[in-house]
Nanobody, 131 residues
Framework: QVQVEESGGGLVQPGGSLRLSCATSGRTFRSYAMAWFRQAPGKEREFVAHIRWSGSNPIYAYADSVKGRFTISGDYGQNTAYLQMGSLKPEDTAAYYC??????????????????????WGQGTQVTVSS
């Protein structure tokens, strides 16, 4: 069994920064991509960012709403992911979920933005942006 654990959420003022961390444990597996999704109350879960690997080279993708403000990173072969969030806005308030994908896709840039692609999920960490 695989466990995914997120940390780093909290309360921050508008314009502030937070860094989320994610790591997997339990059964060993190869992760082809790690991603962050978020879900605000009354809204559907949405893609935030992913990091996928072409060999040992990382490839990044972001939702338009966070591009230029958030940065995803990870450690190759370690099944870890980090999300550095800056210039936070009240509309960034949500539960943030880390996910890992154990399958490889030819159209990776699309599939790794879809929640159904990911096999393992964390319980989520709350990020609240408020003054």
């Amino acid at each position: 069994q695989v466990q995914v654990e997120e940390s780093g959420g909290g309360l921050v003022q508008p314009g502030g920064s937070l860094r989320l961390s994610c790591a997997t444990s339990g059964r060993t597996f190869r992760s082809y991509a790690m991603a962050w999704f978020r879900q605000a109350p009354g809204k559907e879960r949405e893609f935030v960012a992913h990091i996928r690997w072409s060999g040992s080279n990382p490839i990044y993708a972001y939702a338009d709403s966070v591009k230029g403000r958030f940065t995803i990173s990870g450690d190759y072969g370690q099944n870890t992911a980090y999300l550095q969030m800056g210039s936070l806005k009240p509309e960034d308030t949500a539960a943030y979920y880390c996910a890992a994908a154990s399958r490889r896709y030819a159209s990776a840039s699309y599939y790794y933005t879809q929640a159904s692609t990911f096999d393992y999920w964390g319980q989520g960490t709350q990020v609240t942006v408020s003054s």
